[in-house]
């Protein structure tokens, strides 16, 4: 079946501009997750989403960074005024509701290259 | 605070080898830990899990050994391949029942060669 899909899957914007990164989890899937990777470093989590429910803000770096998700399914990460630091790999995943220890599922990622 | 850590960051093996990537976490309520490879321009992929009531875990090449006295965590890879390349993380969930989300490990490159 199909997997977790992301897009674009490469992005190059210049600094202070806005971007918008998607992703459609594996259908199905309650919660949606969005990590960020910087350059041969491991994922820092960002936003948690599981259903209806408040979702997990925690790991957002800074109110430029927000994130929705619609009608439970697809999910938009916005940045906004991007700096040079933001410029990484930005992963999602998705996860179906099987516990205890149901996997993430991630997708290719999106490159975003802040110039 | 809770972490993941790796021991070593780089490891590299001759192809046909067994391969042992080592892993270290402080929450020792988590209720199982995970490993995930990556290869190079992908998303990480799961490899296999184990929860914490046990000890090993067999897949198809790949064992999993957790030492909860130590706080200890490992993947073996048998016969390693040069498909095998990749980058490895450990994750866990960073409490108990806490399936929000993983803390995972800086990682560790493995490089196969022939």
């Known amino acids: 079946g199909a997997g977790v899909s992301q897009s674009p899957s490469n992005k190059v914007t210049e600094k202070g501009k806005d971007v918008e990164l998607r992703c459609d989890p594996i259908?199905?899937?309650?919660?949606l997750y969005w990590y960020r990777q910087s350059l041969g470093q491991g994922l820092e989590f960002l936003i948690y989403?599981?259903?209806?429910?408040?979702?997990?803000k925690s790991g957002l770096p800074s109110d430029r960074f927000s994130a929705e998700r619609t009608g439970g399914s697809v999910s938009t990460l916005t940045i906004q005024r991007t700096q040079q630091e933001d410029s990484a790999v930005y992963l999602c995943?998705?996860?179906?509701?099987?516990?205890?220890?149901?996997?993430?599922?991630f997708g290719p990622g999106t490159r975003l290259t802040v110039l | 605070g809770e972490s993941v850590g790796l021991h070593l960051p780089t490891l590299s093996v001759q192809e046909g080898d067994n391969s042992i990537i080592n892993c270290a976490y402080s929450?020792?309520?988590?209720?199982?830990f995970i490993w995930y490879k990556q290869e190079s321009g992908k998303g990480p992929q799961f490899i296999i899990d184990?929860?914490?009531?046990?000890d090993k875990r067999q897949g198809q090449r790949v064992t999993v050994l957790l030492n909860k006295t130590v706080k200890h965590l490992s993947l073996q890879i048998a016969a390693t391949q040069p498909g095998d390349s990749a980058v490895y993380f450990c994750?866990?969930?960073?409490?108990?029942?806490?399936?929000?989300?993983?803390?995972f490990g800086a990682g560790t490159r493995l490089a196969v060669h022939p």
């Open positions: 995943a998705s996860r179906g509701a099987r516990a205890p220890s149901d996997t993430q599922y």
């Open positions: 259908s199905g899937h309650t919660a």
């Open positions: 989403f599981q259903g209806n429910s408040a979702p997990d």
């Open positions: 929450n020792s309520a988590s209720d199982y």
């Open positions: 184990i929860r914490s009531n046990m």
């Open positions: 994750a866990e969930p960073p409490r108990a029942g806490g399936y929000n989300k993983l803390i």
